[in-house]
């Protein structure tokens, strides 16, 4: 295991995290909670990784040893939260947030990196021989969280089912379960806005007064957008999973009365019916039952050949990928700059690797959100 220099040490009983000049925690010398409470967007940004560690029975370790001993364990673990977290990514974050409570923010850090030095530092505090162990989540920064919101956020992480066990690391099912998730929030970062809802968004010029529904809502993300722009007719979301804000059901049997919506949308959502042809059809089939007349069906596809399918199960011959009859089709394209890390981050996020020749990055490259769409 790596050797920690020991802090010097202190006298008394713990002090609460404070911020001297330079930023740091007076006591363990990472980051205060001075620093994370500020949220500098040079490091708070929606999709970057952030854990939170929690030590266990740190109070009555003190009972026990001495305050002394104590703030020599709390210097040791922010020591070795912060060596393995800057290895996991070059642009790591670590604070002292609470008493026993450090958090970190990483932006180019992918999930496993992150697991593994946060599955590293749990280890090596576990191997310290003072009979600490430790609680770790692993979670996203969301689209207007705060960092005050994400600290609640966690605290129900460590109180679910296996969190309570000592000595454990949770990984928020929204990462392991959903690598679009991390693929959307660095696409976002790049392209300066919530990738694809905003581009979308801004092509689409929804009246706010109309109702919409969106199927394949996941969790709600492209509607809370909706509403933050000042959307006022009425929003529904469908998804297998439900959730808060967002209804369980199921695209070829969607539970709505016929003409019950002026736009349905299918973000990237109908490549998940299966193929062949007519699961598509049977979507797409119920997407017109609930439309109202004059509706608009806004489909955005994965790539050219799920285009060509769900244009096939529209009925239409199959339309040209670059180019769409006049005002069936937008493309919206979006210049960005795409690093080394940037590219091996996207490519693991695609379950694949990259091999990265660093002189040849950082490379230009585009964004491309293809919609089709039919008024009905």
Known sequence: MRRVRLFK????????????????????????????????????????????????????????????????????????????????????????????????????????????????????????????????????????????????????????????????????PELSLSTLTIRDALLSRLCGQPWPEGPLLDALALSPALDVLDVGAGDERLLRLLRARGHTGRLEGLDPVGGEGVRSGMAHALPYPDASFDVVLFVRALAHMGWPDTALRTALREARRVLRPGGRLVVVAHGPEHLRATWRALGQADAPVKAAPEGMGIDVRLPVSVTGQDARALAQSSGGEQAVQEHRFPVRDTLHLTIRQQTL
């Open 9 to 172: 040490e202190s006298k008394g009983p713990p002090e609460p995290p404070q911020l001297n000049q330079s930023g740091q925690d007076m006591l363990t010398g990472v980051l205060s909670r001075g620093v994370w409470e500020r949220a500098d967007p040079m490091w708070w940004r929606p999709g970057a990784l952030v854990a939170l560690l929690n030590v266990d029975r740190m109070i009555q370790f003190n009972a026990a040893t001495g305050h002394l001993m104590g703030d020599h364990a709390l210097r040791l673990i922010g020591s070795l939260l912060a060596i393995y977290s800057d290895e996991a990514g070059s642009q790591a974050h670590t604070f002292r947030i609470g008493g026993n409570e450090f958090a970190v923010v990483w932006h180019d850090a992918t999930v496993e990196s992150a697991t593994s030095a946060v599955e590293q530092a749990r280890a090596a505090v576990e191997a310290m021989g003072l009979g600490l162990t430790v609680r770790i989540a692993v979670s996203i920064i969301r689209e207007g969280e705060t960092p005050q919101r994400v600290l609640i956020r966690f605290d129900g992480f460590m109180h679910e089912a296996g969190i309570s066990r000592r000595n454990s690391v949770y990984i928020d």
